[in-house]
């Protein structure tokens, strides 16, 4: 086991974090570390908005970054099951992202 | 057009075609009730407690494959659909379920009747709005409903503030005709490399099984499911959940799998060297052990949720994307690749199978060995249920043995004509799911196979059937028990019946139901049964409630051998295995 860092672009909307935070122990999987933080400045993410056809306004989005400590074959699913809440737009690991529900090989955010 | 929030509300629920909605009011409702009572083209379902209410939006859902509709009041009615949506949530069912809340200045505040209704459904929803702001009620409707009726199906909950639904302030209204979540797409059409891969691996295999489940139905792809069949003519099972998606009474059908699955089904996909696994997710009482899981079999999993694939069971081909658009592009596919398949090669296969089915199959005919000298069986029964109705009727079921009975015995060639609770396993489903297949199909024969346990979860929606004359007809499945507890209590616990039984406290039925203005026919020897089932449904206008006595002691068989068995570990009766 070892320590892993998730990557989440996501809406800022009241209630988003708790079912991110809520998913983690539902499933079983523990939160070491967890930093949110509105993007203001979306210039680093420009190629979400390119791919999405749409300018996010500042403070629309969150980034929110987590560490937990998961075996190496939870994290396929973990990936999976956070993609799957309707608020994420885009979430990654070390080697893979998913955008708007799409898989990429790499490490996107 | 400028309206209010309450009407807004009602307004876009009329704007989705909602014919029903199943409910109960109170306090932070009553604006909301009040636009009820206003307009025609909704009719409103008032039945007697709010989880009968979610489960009839549920039966309603599963039937007609379009949303349920749930409407309940803040704090103890919200509580009270907790139940009905987890059982939806648990199998994919679409349902919106609108709470009433405390004023939002309330909020916060352990206002009367305030819970947190958000973080109680939380991990039970597909998602949840909180409407903030009249002007925002038409889009999070529309969200709401595209939603729960997209991708992987499930419930969606919208909890409206009091305030937000106030009479006195008005806003524009303008129901939107289109939607686009930027943050939620769904796959639906599948990759043509992966579909491709999936045709390569029908063609190599020798002993492929298709294991189909609740996702074909939800996705409406029982006709290409049957399309690819035709074609490649390989065995079919059927999850719990997925039964009627492909025909029980044809040849290929080998009947449903896992826990209490059929002896040819388990070990048709313990041999296969191809499972071909259509929008079914592997779960427990399917895999047994998932390491001893069907050890030689290529996996090729389809489905529309990227979280299922994989999860229990490692695919080696996963085609994302709607099942039912899948299907069409695997049988494009074939279709035009005809003369490679030698079908032939599958003789082998198909005669093992038969030696299997013969072996240890199910005995559909128990139902003409019957003598007053021996106690009515439960499997009997249904086989008399099922020829009574012709195998055409809408059943849904609850939770124990008679559920398992009720799967194996009536053979569903349609989907959607078997409403059960299969993910969360909920007693109490059968009667209000029942009431939600009859407003949807009055003209079509509608029974709930249920058990005494399970009825009396539920039963106060008697008095709804009788308030909105729903002719259904009920089977009691008698055997004075929790037969499933106690069937599990015999094999693991020594036969120590710790709690199961009621002593002599059930009430007598048949005056039970007739004092809500219901029929009630009671059957306790073989000689009344096929006799009183037919009476039953030969009344047609009435709520037949028929309690029949059946044998306490009857288990269900198969049933997998657990802890670490794998699924050609069966106990096929009492004290015999496989
Ligand atoms: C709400 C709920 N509580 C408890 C259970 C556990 N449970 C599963 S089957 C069963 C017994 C059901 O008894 P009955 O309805 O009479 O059916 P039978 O097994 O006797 O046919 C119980 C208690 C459940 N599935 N649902
Ligand atoms: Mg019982």
């Not at chain 2, 290409?224 to 065995?235: K, T």
């Not at chain 2, 949807?440 to 709804?464: H, K, N, R, W």
Request: proline share 4%; hydrophobic share 40%.
């Amino acid at each position: 086991m070892i320590e892993r860092q998730l990557t989440l672009i996501m809406e800022n909307k009241p209630g988003a974090l708790a079912r991110v935070v809520g998913l983690f122990h539902q499933r079983g999987y523990n939160i070491d570390s967890l930093h949110v933080d509105p993007i203001e400045d979306f210039t680093r993410y420009k190629f979400i908005e390119d791919e999405l056809n749409i300018k996010f306004a500042s403070h629309e989005v969150s980034r929110l970054i987590i560490k937990t400590t998961v075996e190496d074959s939870l994290m396929r699913q973990i990936l999976r099951q956070i993609n799957k809440l309707i608020e994420v737009i885009a979430v990654s690991d070390d080697e893979s992202t998913y955008l708007k529900g799409i898989l990429r090989d790499e490490n996107l955010l | 057009m400028k309206l209010a929030g309450n009407d807004m509300l009602i307004q876009s629920l009329i704007n989705e075609g909602v014919e029903y909605i199943f409910g109960y009011p109170g306090g932070a409702a009553l604006h909301i009730y009040d636009s009820i009572f206003k307009q025609k083209e909704m009719q409103h379902i008032l039945v007697r407690h709010e989880q009968g209410a979610t489960h009839a939006a549920d039966g309603y859902a599963r039937a007609t494959g379009k949303p349920g509709v749930v409407m309940v009041t803040s704090g103890p009615g919200a509580t009270n659909a907790i139940t009905g949506i987890a059982t939806a949530f648990m199998d994919s069912i679409p349902m919106i379920v609108i709470s009433g809340q405390v004023q939002s200045h309330l909020i916060g505040t352990d206002a009367f009747q305030e819970t947190d209704m958000i973080g109680i459904s939380r991990p039970i929803v597909k998602h949840s709005f909180t409407v903030d702001h009249q002007k925002n009620i038409p889009q999070i409707v529309k969200e709401a409903f595209h939603i729960a009726t997209s991708g992987r199906q499930g419930p969606v909950v919208i909890d409206i503030p009091k305030d937000i639904t106030n009479p006195d302030d008005l806003f524009d209204y303008e129901y939107p005709s289109e939607i686009n979540i930027r943050s939620y797409n769904p796959p639906i059409e599948p990759e043509l490399s992966q579909a491709e891969r999936v045709v390569n691996a029908i063609m190599d295999s020798k002993k492929p099984v298709i294991y189909a489940g609740g996702g074909t139905i939800s996705s409406n792809a029982s006709d290409e499911l049957r399309e690819l069949n035709s074609y490649i003519d390989v065995p079919v099972t059927n999850t719990l959940m997925g039964l009627g998606v492909y025909p029980a009474t044809d040849e290929r059908f080998l009947g449903m799998l896992g826990m209490h699955g059929t002896y040819q089904a388990n070990m048709a996909m313990h041999n296969a060297d191809l499972i071909l696994a259509i929008g079914a997710r592997f779960d427990d009482r399917i895999t047994n052990t998932p390491e001893k899981f069907a050890p030689k079999a290529k996996i090729v999993h389809f489905d529309v949720d990227h979280s299922s694939v994989s999860k229990i069971i490692e695919a080696d081909i996963a085609v994302f994307g709607q099942v039912k658009n899948s299907l069409q592009l695997i049988n494009s596919i074939i279709k035009e690749r005809l003369d490679e398949l030698d079908k032939d090669k599958f003789d082998n296969w198909h005669k093992q199978i038969a030696e299997w089915k013969k072996l240890h199959g199910l005995n559909h005919q128990m139902y003409k060995e019957e003598s007053d000298a021996n106690p009515i069986l439960p499997q009997a029964a249904v086989q008399h249920i099922y020829h009574a109705s012709h195998g055409k009727a809408f059943v849904t079921s609850d939770v124990g043995q008679h559920q398992m009975f009720a799967a194996q015995y009536y053979h569903f060639d349609e989907p959607r004509k078997w409403i059960n609770s299969g993910g969360l396993g909920t007693m109490g489903f059968g009667l209000p799911s029942a009431m939600g297949v009859k407003l949807a199909y009055p003209d079509e024969e509608v029974i709930c196979i249920t058990g005494e346990g399970s009825i009396q979860m539920c039963i106060q929606e008697l008095s709804t059937c009788s308030q909105y004359k729903l002719p259904i007809k009920i089977f009691n499945i008698n055997n004075l028990s929790l037969g499933m507890v106690k069937q599990w209590q015999d094999m693991n616990y020594e036969g120590r019946h710790s709690s199961i039984s009621y002593e002599d406290s059930l009430p007598d039925f048949k005056s039970l139901v007739e004092s809500y203005g219901h029929i009630g026919i009671k059957i306790t020897k073989n000689s009344d049964l096929k006799a009183g089932i037919e009476k039953a449904f030969a009344i047609k206008d009435k709520l037949v409630f028929v309690d029949i006595y059946v044998d306490p002691n009857e288990h269900v068989y198969p049933m997998l051998v657990a802890p670490n068995g794998s699924l050609k570990d069966m106990w096929l009766s009492k004290g015999s295995k496989t």
